[in-house]
């Protein structure tokens, strides 16, 4: 009995999921910036409210929906489809139903790059010297600390926050628990603006989104950002008293 050898997967295919949404992404930005915008979602409001009353069930699951492919392809608009979410259902369960499809989108780039290239990349990394190696151990060693510090800090754009995990190896575990928490305190606090904008729309102007960087907004959030480092803290100061 002959052992036939596995049959190995094309490199284009794997690469495939991700060509097509780096690819949707870049034709997003161009065409869909008018239709995610806060004057669209103003202009539609009564639309929207009166479809939400009357079809309460159907409107969770589109909405959920909509929000996964705009996380998962990287389009325009997320910041809008947070404060919608926050708008039609209010801060709960808004902010449960926009940090599930965050998280559900996040979690399908995740996987995309993993399965394109990050397990080749990773493995890359591992079997490197000097420098990259350094910091694919680092990275390895602190993990849950990174990973939650990628999502708490508000700097860090949210498709690197997907993108690189995938290229060092985290666990989808991990990378699936730490996404969906760490993106609760921002989540939260685009939700509660979105359920105050009917008082905007009414005054006819801007919700505020700088609001995250304000001091009462941003210092709870670095706390936590600094909470989940602590642990990397520890390491070194134990590694030091070692040496």
Same mark, same amino acid.
């Given at each position: 009995?002959?052992?036939?050898?596995? /049959?190995?997967?094309?490199? +284009?295919?794997?690469?495939?999921?991700?060509?097509?949404? *780096? !690819?949707? =992404?870049?034709? @997003? #930005?161009?065409?869909?910036?008018?239709?995610?915008?806060?004057?669209?979602?103003?202009?539609?409001?009564?639309?929207?409210?009166?479809?939400?009353?009357?079809?309460?069930?159907?409107?969770?699951?589109?909405?959920?929906?909509?929000?996964?492919?705009?996380?998962?392809?990287?389009?325009?608009?997320?910041?809008?489809?947070?404060? /919608?979410?926050?708008?039609? +259902?209010?801060?709960?369960?808004?902010?449960?139903?926009? *940090? !599930?499809? =965050?998280?559900? @989108? #996040?979690?399908?780039?995740?996987?995309?790059?993993?399965?394109?290239?990050?397990?080749?990349?990773?493995?890359?990394?591992?079997?490197?010297?000097?420098?990259?190696?350094?910091?694919?151990?680092?990275?390895?060693?602190?993990?849950?600390?990174?990973?939650?510090?990628?999502?708490?800090?508000?700097?860090?754009?949210?498709?690197?926050?997907?993108?690189?995990?995938?290229?060092?190896?985290?666990?989808?575990?991990?990378? *699936?628990?730490?996404?969906?928490? @760490?993106?609760?305190?921002?989540?939260?606090?685009?939700?509660?603006?979105?359920?105050?904008?009917?008082?905007?729309?009414?005054?006819?102007?801007?919700?505020?989104?700088?609001?995250?960087?304000?001091?009462?907004?941003?210092?709870?959030?670095?706390?936590?950002?600094?909470?989940?480092?602590?642990?990397?803290?520890?390491?070194?100061?134990?590694?030091?008293?070692?040496?």
């Amino acid at each position: 009995m002959s052992d036939t050898p596995p /049959t190995k997967t094309n490199p +284009f295919l794997k690469r495939l999921p991700l060509i097509g949404i *780096v !690819t949707i =992404a870049i034709i @997003g #930005a161009f065409t869909l910036r008018d239709y995610f915008s806060f004057e669209a979602l103003a202009e539609n409001r009564e639309a929207l409210l009166a479809y939400r009353d009357a079809n309460y069930l159907t409107s969770v699951l589109g909405f959920i929906l909509i929000y996964i492919l705009i996380a998962a392809f990287s389009l325009p608009g997320a910041s809008i489809a947070t404060l /919608t979410g926050g708008f039609l +259902f209010g801060v709960f369960p808004g902010a449960f139903y926009n *940090v !599930t499809g =965050a998280a559900t @989108g #996040a979690t399908l780039l995740f996987l995309a790059a993993r399965w394109g290239m990050g397990e080749k990349l990773a493995a890359r990394m591992e079997n490197s010297e000097g420098l990259v190696k350094s910091i694919k151990d680092g990275i390895d060693e602190n993990q849950w600390s990174m990973l939650f510090m990628i999502r708490l800090v508000p700097v860090v754009p949210f498709f690197v926050a997907n993108l690189i995990p995938a290229m060092v190896g985290v666990p989808l575990r991990r990378f *699936v628990i730490s996404t969906f928490v @760490g993106i609760i305190p921002a989540g939260l606090v685009y939700t509660s603006v979105g359920a105050g904008l009917g008082d905007v729309f009414a005054r006819g102007e801007r919700p505020n989104f700088g609001i995250i960087f304000e001091p009462q907004i941003l210092l709870p959030i670095l706390g936590l950002s600094a909470l989940a480092a602590l642990p990397m803290v520890l390491k070194v100061i134990k590694k030091g008293s070692l040496t």
